[in-house]
């Protein structure tokens, strides 16, 4: 069974920093692209960053483009999103995912393209 279990959001003023972590389970981690969207109150579930299988290529909604940077660690299983210079409307609660698909690296990229999600982490930023 696919598991994925993000950590990592908490409550933090505009400006501050946090690092989410996605650490995945029952799926071989280092064949797939993963990705991180969020979802604020009232919205529809945005995409926010992805990074291909090994690391190489990666990309960012045009929001979060120089604030925050995606990376993975293949040996742990595990994804990471450090976001700097935090605004309130970073507010949201963020998700895991992970592509349908080995070896495929897709942009732009949907929810549609993710098949197995975390349970999401909450991200506050207040002004």
């Known amino acids: 069974q696919v598991q994925l279990v993000e950590s990592g959001g908490g409550l933090v003023q505009a400006g501050g920093s946090l690092r989410l972590s996605c650490v995945v389970s029952?799926?071989?981690?280092?064949?797939?692209?993963m990705g991180w969207f969020r979802q604020a109150p009232g919205k529809e579930r945005e995409f926010v960053a992805t990074i291909s299988w090994n690391g190489g290529r990666f990309d960012y909604a045009d929001s979060v483009k120089g604030r925050f940077t995606i990376s993975r660690d293949n040996a742990k299983n595990t994804m990471y999103l450090q976001m700097i210079s935090l605004k309130p409307e970073d507010t949201a609660e963020y998700y895991c995912a992970v592509m349908r698909w080995s070896f495929k690296y897709q942009r732009p990229a949907t929810p549609d393209d993710y098949d197995y999600w975390g349970q999401g982490t909450q991200v506050t930023v207040s002004s």
């Open positions: 029952g799926r071989t981690f280092s064949r797939y692209t």
